[in-house]
């Protein structure tokens, strides 16, 4: 069964700071991995995905295969980057979604 | 484009009462999904559909039935509304395109069953 960890509930930084939101998978095939958000009063959207391995807001992730991980970093957070992130794994077009981590970015 | 829309925005259910949630979406994707969202938790998929006429179960079905007579709608039915189905609940879209996907999503119902 695929199963996707978010082990970071809340996650608390300064403007300026570096931001690194976790996410590990166990899945036996090839992952597809992505990373929604949830922005205050907002539908959940696409933040960015693996295969394109492209950087959005300045997000980037990186599969690590041999970690099993998918981590999502943004070397200078933002106060707009304060938000939910969830980390899915996709499997014949359908997602499993981690817990999710509430990124606070403070001034 | 409205993509897609969800009715009610909020429900109070009794235990017992059924009731149905709407989705639409204007966007012709042929995948539409159902998750709940439960406190703390993340969404976990109900009820799928591929196209019109065909729905497949997700990982939690139980007390539920999804129908999906055209490409644009895809109503959820709670069958006999229960305590532990008092959560949020998401539609959303996916086209697919060369193995490339992206779901979109509804702004979600708030439902409670007391």
């Known amino acids: 069964a695929q199963r996707v960890t978010q082990p970071e509930k809340l996650l608390s930084v300064f403007k300026g700071a570096p931001v690194e939101l976790k996410c590990n998978y166990s899945?036996?095939?090839?992952?597809?991995l992505f990373w929604y958000v949830q922005y205050s009063r907002q539908r959940l959207q696409l933040l960015l995905r693996?295969?394109s391995r492209e950087s959005i807001k300045g997000f980037t992730a990186d599969l690590n295969k041999g970690e099993t991980s998918f981590h999502l970093k943004k070397p200078f957070a933002q106060e707009e980057d304060s938000a939910m992130y969830y980390c899915?794994?996709?499997?014949?077009?359908?997602?499993?979604f981690g817990a999710g981590t509430t990124v606070t970015v403070r001034a | 484009n409205a993509g897609v829309t969800q009715t009610p925005k909020f429900r109070i259910l009794k235990i017992g009462q059924s009731m149905t949630l709407q989705c639409t979406q204007d966007?012709?994707?042929?995948?539409m999904y159902w998750y709940r969202q439960d406190p703390g938790m993340g969404l976990k998929l109900i009820y799928y559909?591929?196209?019109?006429?065909?729905?497949d179960k997700g990982e939690v079905p139980n007390g539920y039935n999804v129908s999906r007579s055209t490409t644009e709608d895809f109503p959820l039915r709670l069958l006999s509304a229960a305590p532990s189905q008092t959560s949020v609940y998401f539609c959303?879209?996916?086209?697919?395109?060369?193995?490339?996907?992206?779901?979109?999503f509804g702004p979600g119902t708030r439902l409670t069953v007391l």
């Open positions: 899915a794994l996709g499997r014949y077009y359908k997602l499993s």
């Open positions: 966007m012709n994707h042929n995948y």
């Open positions: 959303a879209s996916s086209y697919v395109s060369g193995g490339v996907y992206e779901q979109f």
């Open positions: 693996h295969i």
């Open positions: 559909s591929v196209g019109a006429g065909i729905t």
């Open positions: 899945y036996s095939g090839s992952p597809e």
